[in-house]
């Protein structure tokens, strides 16, 4: 997209406490950028942080949440945003052990409205999104005796699901797939025989039946292998992918916490990220915001 000097900037969630500091910085700095900034005030921000960019003239407040489509379509169009600086989030993560659906509904659902927004709009010509948390405590050393895979009917995840059916017998490996079009039960043959291997047909999508099978099966280690494929599908049907991917990964999620005796969780996914670049360019361009999210994390 080459250089971009920006002029209209949206900056979500910038009552919080560190974005707060960002945005009086970026409206003190650059008297000639609009700053408009959207918020809904709940109990991670305060209107009182933003008090120093109050008076000028190049500040905009507007209390909103970023899960309203209509309103973040109607503040891209009307303010003529070409910059976004996404720092909504929900803090304190330690709520979340009590409260996640929430958490996912706001942080993720959130985000993708936005970027739907920045799709469906055009005009955006930077998106930057920051983030902070507490790192995820040490496990320690792990064998494992009962595996999930889930998605291992995939082309890429039956390999690795014959792999270890046939590298590991004392392992139980249990595959939980729903067969729809990026997968194929054939793709498993080679395992069927095996007795340490288990396959199931289902969504992960079901809560039930994710948190029967850890029960019955004493599943200690998920391999999390299902995604929805052909990344050029999402551009048509964004929150479809959205709903089967980040929703079905926050059933497993929300499954192991009150399971509580999974040792290890992975996630494994590939997709194409970037489209074509010049051959002396180190720029890449992100072809979709379904696969510019981290693809591999353990």
């Known amino acids: ?59 905009k407040f507007v209390k ?11 503040l891209l169009i009307t303010e003529s945003i070409d ?5 909504a989030t929900q803090t304190h993560v330690d709520n979340s052990f009590g409260s996640s659906f929430e958490f996912t509904k706001n942080i993720i659902y959130g985000t993708h409205v936005l970027l739907e927004a920045f799709k469906v709009n055009g005009q955006i010509r930077k998106f930057s999104q920051v983030s902070t948390d507490e790192k995820v405590p040490d496990m320690g050393s792990h064998t494992p005796k009962n595996i999930l895979i889930v998605g291992a ?37 080679p395992s069927k025989p095996s007795p340490n291997f288990k396959f199931g047909k289902g969504d992960i999508g079901s809560a039930d039946l994710v948190n029967y099978l850890l029960i019955t099966e004493s599943i200690d280690t998920i391999m999390h292998c299902a995604t929805q494929t052909h990344v ?17 990964t926050h059933v497993l999620l929300e499954a192991c916490k009150v399971n509580g005796q999974i040792r290890k969780f992975s996630q494994v996914s590939t997709d194409e990220v970037y489209g074509e670049t010049n051959e002396d360019s180190n720029s890449a361009r992100v072809v979709s915001k379904f696969c510019s999210t981290p693809n591999i994390c353990s």
């Open 1 to 59: 997209m080459g250089s971009h000097t920006p002029k209209n900037i949206l900056i979500v969630g910038a009552a919080g406490f560190i974005a707060s500091h960002v945005a009086n910085k970026l409206v003190r700095s650059y008297p000639d950028y609009k700053m408009v900034v959207l918020d809904k005030l709940d109990y991670c921000s305060n209107m009182k942080n933003l008090i120093p960019s109050k008076p000028s003239p190049n500040f």
């Open 153 to 189: 009917a995939g082309f890429i995840a039956s390999h690795v699901a014959n792999k270890l059916v046939r590298s590991y017998p004392d392992y139980k490996m249990v595959v939980l797939d729903k067969l729809d079009y990026c997968s194929n039960i054939k793709n498993l043959i």
């Open 232 to 248: 050029d599908n999402s551009f048509g049907n964004s929150f479809e992918f959205t709903k089967n991917i980040i929703y079905g």
């Open 83 to 87: 910059t976004i600086m996404h720092c």
């Open 64 to 74: 909103g949440d970023i899960g309203s489509a209509d309103l973040v379509k109607y």
